[in-house]
């Protein structure tokens, strides 16, 4: 049974569906979630890069770019999806790229920090589609506790649409007053936004093993509320 900070009807499975139009901005947004990941990896000094990739889908952004970089041997991931079947999708474009020992793929609730307690913090933070999905009381809650997941110099990738109300300024201001500093942000006009903040302040503690880290509504249910088009 689903916890009761679960609760979207989306079937996300489907919604990967998304990806096969490449002129869709779903599908834009993507490419500039690769070259973000790409940059990260591209700066990272010698050594292992810890990766966590939070309701990761069916890693499409960071296998995407694991497939060819040069840096895929140092890098150790985790992604964290709750649908088993998009979990089994990643798990085999994992084994097809080789990766196995590299990247894990956990079947489980995203929000929970236990699925990240050994592997945090990382270099690299992935929140990609999820905060469109979190109601606006809870947010700011959420921004700061998956912020924790970053290593002190590592980079939360992270995106967010811009319907009205333009929520993306405030999340880049929750985490600029949280020791990190913007790298890159899409342009105003940019629809679903994609933006890359390193953590430059020292690391904070990460919440109780067992506490959610955010509140997944889901975007159909939270459009249903406000009585606007989803």
């Known amino acids: 049974m689903a916890p009761a900070f679960y609760r979207p009807r989306m079937d996300w499975h489907d919604w990967h569906r998304v990806?096969?139009?490449?002129?869709?901005v779903h599908a834009?947004?993507?490419?500039?979630?690769?070259?973000r990941i790409g940059e990260v990896l591209d700066a990272a000094p010698p050594g292992t890069v810890r990766v966590v990739s939070v309701c990761a889908g069916q890693g499409h952004d960071l296998l995407g770019v694991l497939a060819a970089h040069p840096r895929r041997a140092d890098v150790r991931a985790r992604l964290v999806e709750r649908d088993?079947?998009?979990?089994?999708?990643?798990r085999a474009t994992v084994a097809?790229?080789?990766?196995?020992?590299?990247?894990?793929?956990?079947t489980g609730d995203a929000a929970l920090v236990r699925n990240y307690a050994d592997v945090a913090p990382a270099a690299l933070v992935l929140l990609c589609g999820v905060l469109g999905n979190v109601a606006d009381e809870g947010m700011e809650d959420?921004?700061?506790r998956v912020s924790r997941l970053c290593a002190p110099g590592g980079t939360l990738v992270w995106t967010r649409?811009?319907?009205?109300?333009?929520?993306?300024?405030?999340?880049?201001?929750w985490l600029?007053?949280?020791g990190f500093t913007r790298d890159s942000l899409s342009p105003p006009d940019v629809r679903q936004a994609v933006a890359a903040?390193?953590?430059?302040g020292p690391a904070a503690p990460l919440p109780p093993p067992d506490a959610p880290m955010f509140d997944f509504v889901g975007y159909d249910v939270l459009a249903e509320r406000e009585g606007r088009d989803g």
């Not at 990806?19 to 869709?24: H, N």
């Not at 834009?28 to 070259?35: F, K, N, S, Y």
């Not at 088993?84 to 990643?90: C, D, Q």
């Open 84 to 90: 088993p079947r998009n979990a089994a999708a990643a």
């Open 19 to 24: 990806y096969d139009d490449p002129d869709s």
């Open 28 to 35: 834009r947004r993507l490419l500039t979630v690769r070259a």
């Open 161 to 173: 649409n811009r319907k009205e109300p333009d929520r993306v300024p405030r999340v880049c201001a």
């Open 197 to 200: 903040h390193r953590r430059t």
């Open 96 to 106: 097809g790229l080789g990766l196995g020992e590299r990247v894990e793929v956990v």
């Open 142 to 144: 959420a921004v700061d």
């Open 176 to 178: 600029e007053a949280r």
